[in-house]
């Protein structure tokens, strides 16, 4: 089994920073991309960030310049520093990546069960 669990989310101000953590555990062969989604109440899920084995990365327009993607290939972990963070930001932070368990030819995609990012004063 593979799994993917965050950490690192909270309540902070507007204009605060947070950094978010995905670690990927189990039975693990290999991960190739890697990324960050989010879901706001009544929203549907929204692409945040992408990153590759090689740490190429893309964000999405609404975050670029103020969330960055990165990964520690040898913890098998990605994470999410949020700096400038505004209340459109509040919503349910979301990891995926692209694994491929031992013993199996191809690459899966998991999920993590989320964290909850609320931006308020």
């Known amino acids: 089994q593979v799994q993917l669990v965050e950490s690192g989310g909270g309540l902070v101000q507007p204009g605060g920073s947070l950094r978010l953590s995905c670690a990927a555990s189990?039975?693990?062969?290999?991960?190739?991309?890697m990324r960050w989604f989010r879901q706001a109440p009544g929203k549907e899920r929204e692409f945040v960030a992408q990153i590759s084995w090689s740490s190429e990365s893309i964000h999405a327009g609404a975050v670029k310049g103020r969330f960055t993607i990165s990964r520690d290939n040898r913890r098998n972990t990605v994470y999410l520093q949020m700096n400038s963070l505004r209340p459109a930001d509040t919503a349910v932070y979301y990891c995926n990546a692209d694994v491929k368990p031992k013993g199996v030819t191809d690459y899966r995609v998991y999920w993590g069960q989320g964290t909850q990012v609320t931006v308020s004063s």
């Open positions: 189990g039975n693990i062969f290999s991960i190739n991309d």
